[in-house]
């Protein structure tokens, strides 16, 4: 039995035990999972889900994997004689559990499929668990606040949000792919802020703190990984979860030294260095033109 791969950096194992967290998304719940996966068969196991981590328990096959026989019609007598049938099997995992994240709950009782008339789930809106977007903001080189959009209508275009975050001050790295091919990585600091309860229920967001997210956006220079130039295409763009006090260069490093995940297999880039020197940050008032009055 391999090692299961879940959040891939913060994974630890402990077989037939994986433990992962902590992570930013929170939920909380129990699901037995047959394991199925897209393509094929799995291994069967049970998670449990409490304040950011999770536990995975290797189980034996349990639970039977839930499978839809079809009956192709473009298929020729020569495929049907090679393969010995005129039928395949579609396979989905069967789960039985619930979770409760970001405001809902999800209920599994069976298939999990790509339809609504055999998938076995039901959700619940929670609007005394909801946790509310209120705002998306940019910071400089330096960690300082540069420009914040907050959740009101009217909404700002996409073309105007980008022209802003052009704007925003950025610092490009060099590092090498896992196959010694040379990329560069364009990097700015964003933070996003959720707060407690929505509709009637927002007056609980003053019993609760808000919960803040900042993270380090990462644009790459051309694909990456071990799917690129697949019709699948590698990865040109990423972000990670930054850590009280860290920049751009620290939490950049940190992603390089970290596993990746691929469906090909885990991969590691090298981190090299500066491009160049940062830019001097820009006039904030300059980057807000295009939508003036937006930042609070």
Same mark, same amino acid.
């Given at each position: ?130 946790? *509310? ?8 080189? +330096? !960690?300082?606040?540069? @420009?914040?959009? /907050?959740? $009101?209508? %009217? &909404? ?31 990097? *700015? ?8 309860? +929505? !509709?009637?229920?927002? @007056?609980?967001? /003053?019993? $609760?703190? %808000? &919960? ?53 297999? %885990? ?30």
């Amino acid at each position: 039995m391999k090692n299961r791969r879940w959040d891939g950096e913060t994974d630890r194992h402990f077989w037939p035990f994986t433990f992962s967290g902590p992570s930013c998304y929170r939920r909380f719940g129990i699901m037995l999972d047959s394991g199925a996966q897209e393509g094929g068969e799995g291994d069967c196991h049970i998670s449990f889900y409490a304040f950011g981590y999770t536990l995975i328990c290797e189980l034996p096959n349990v639970v039977p994997h839930y499978r839809e026989r079809h009956w192709p019609k473009s298929w020729d007598s020569a495929t049907v004689a090679r393969l010995g049938r005129n039928w395949y099997d579609e396979v989905f995992p069967a789960e039985y559990g619930f979770t409760v994240s970001d405001g809902s709950l999800h209920v599994h009782y069976g298939a999990q499929t790509h339809g609504s008339d055999t998938t076995k789930s039901k959700c619940y809106f929670l609007p005394w668990r909801h946790w *509310t977007h209120v705002r998306h903001s940019l910071y400089s080189l +330096t !960690g300082a606040h540069f @420009w914040t959009e /907050w959740d $009101r209508k %009217p &909404r700002n275009s996409l073309e105007a949000w980008r022209a802003v975050k052009d704007a925003c001050p950025k610092v490009q790295f060099e590092f090498e792919d896992y196959d010694g091919q040379r990329l560069i990585a364009t990097t *700015t600091i964003e933070e996003r802020e959720w707060r407690f309860g +929505t !509709g009637w229920f927002r @007056w609980l967001s /003053w019993f $609760r703190r %808000p &919960r803040i997210c900042r993270t380090l956006d990462i644009e790459f220079s051309g694909e990456t990984g071990r799917e690129k130039g697949s019709w699948k295409g590698g990865t040109v763009g990423t972000g990670i979860e930054m850590e009280p006090g860290e920049l751009h260069e620290s939490a950049f490093k940190r992603y390089c030294e970290q596993d990746h995940r691929s469906k090909s297999g %885990p991969y590691r880039v090298r981190y090299i260095g500066p491009v160049k020197r940062p830019e001097p940050a820009r006039d904030p008032q300059a980057a807000q033109s295009p939508l003036q009055g937006r930042d609070e």
